[in-house]
């Protein structure tokens, strides 16, 4: 069911190569009206945390921010990603593999 609703809302950008990403604004309106989501935003995208965007990150490390329900996490592997999501809990133990190196970290929150 949840497809088949995203495949007709987004038929239109569907086979353009587009790439679409979440926003803090859409992501507060969703959770006002009692719909959840976790998506990939660009870490520049306005609303988001500037000092998160400019952290510099070794592979396997994260990093987060957190606003009421809303959290913005980094994570680096080969490559820069930025989630936004309601269900990560930025004190929880994470247990990473990364390249066959097993990091364990134990993250406080800010």
Not at 24 to 47: I, S
């Amino acid at each position: 069911m949840c497809t088949d609703i995203i495949l007709c809302i987004c038929e239109p950008f569907l086979d353009q190569e587009y790439h679409l990403y979440t926003c803090p604004a859409l992501y507060e309106e969703l959770v006002r009206r009692k719909t959840f989501c976790n998506g990939t935003v660009q870490a520049k995208r306005l609303g988001m945390p500037k000092d998160l965007a400019k952290e510099k990150l070794k592979p396997g490390e994260t990093s987060f921010r957190r606003k009421a329900d809303l959290v913005a996490l980094k994570w680096q592997e080969k490559r820069e990603v930025t989630l936004l999501t309601p269900a990560y809990n930025p004190t929880q133990t994470t247990t990473v593999t990364t390249r066959k190196v097993l990091t364990k970290k134990n993250q406080k929150m800010l």
